[in-house]
């Protein structure tokens, strides 16, 4: 596609159930990022993958946080039970060389 | 451990200069800057790969001085679409993460 597409854009759920959060890298970046950031603050890593391997998941925040990338492109970030703390932006990011980053437009959570 | 910004926010009128720090306590051997307009995801500005380099994209350059683990972002005659946060960017050594500074606010004011 022309650019990293996210989806939903907008996801309001309730406290204690799931989140899928889709991610549409650029066609051919192998390397695709993970960042949650708050209101108001900077842009936190969660997690990387190279293809379809996810070599560092040590900034996801919890086991209730889990992210997967099939077929080097789609991948998926899960929410598990939910909590307030979630609420945030979640941005993805694509790349071909790491030295680039390209970023979707976020999708925007909030957990009541 | 990301790197550290200065200032942390800067009010400037237009066509005045400014300059945003990034400071790393660890080795830096690339660095990128980003700008993330209010309610938009960041977008590239520049990277610089080794110590020494300049660059420069019309009123906007930067530094990075690979022995002082910092670089800096100059913008020069300041315009209103400066406005955003800017981030610097990098590869956290050791490890696979991208990191982000903790970021500067500009406004530019008329």
């Known amino acids: 596609g022309a650019g990293v597409s996210q989806s939903p854009s907008n996801k309001v759920t309730e406290k204690g159930k799931d989140v899928e959060l889709r991610c549409d890298p650029i066609?051919?970046?192998?390397?695709l990022y993970w960042y949650r950031q708050r209101l108001g603050q900077g842009l936190e890593f969660l997690i990387y993958f190279q293809g379809n391997s996810a070599p560092d998941k040590s900034g996801l925040p919890s086991d209730r946080f889990s992210a997967e990338r099939t077929g080097e492109s789609v991948s998926t970030l899960t929410i598990q039970r939910t909590q307030q703390e979630d609420s945030a932006v979640y941005l993805c990011a694509s790349s071909v060389n790491k030295e680039k980053l390209f970023f979707g437009s976020g999708t925007q959570l909030s957990v009541l | 451990q990301q790197p550290v910004q200065s200032p942390q926010a800067v009010i400037l009128r237009e066509g005045e200069d400014a300059v945003i720090n990034c400071s790393s306590s660890?080795?830096?051997?690339?660095v990128h800057w980003y700008r993330q307009k209010h309610g938009e995801a960041p977008v590239f500005l520049m990277i610089?790969?080794?110590?020494?380099e300049q660059k420069g994209h019309d009123k906007i350059s930067a530094s990075f001085n690979e022995k002082k683990q910092q670089s800096s972002l100059y913008l020069t005659a300041s315009q209103l679409s400066y406005s955003g946060t800017y981030f610097c960017?990098?590869?956290?050594?050791?490890?696979?993460?991208?990191?982000f500074g903790t970021g500067t606010r500009l406004k530019v004011l008329a």
């Open positions: 660890k080795a830096l051997y690339s």
């Open positions: 960017g990098t590869e956290d050594s050791g490890t696979y993460k991208y990191i």
């Open positions: 066609s051919g970046h192998t390397a």
């Open positions: 610089l790969l080794k110590g020494g």
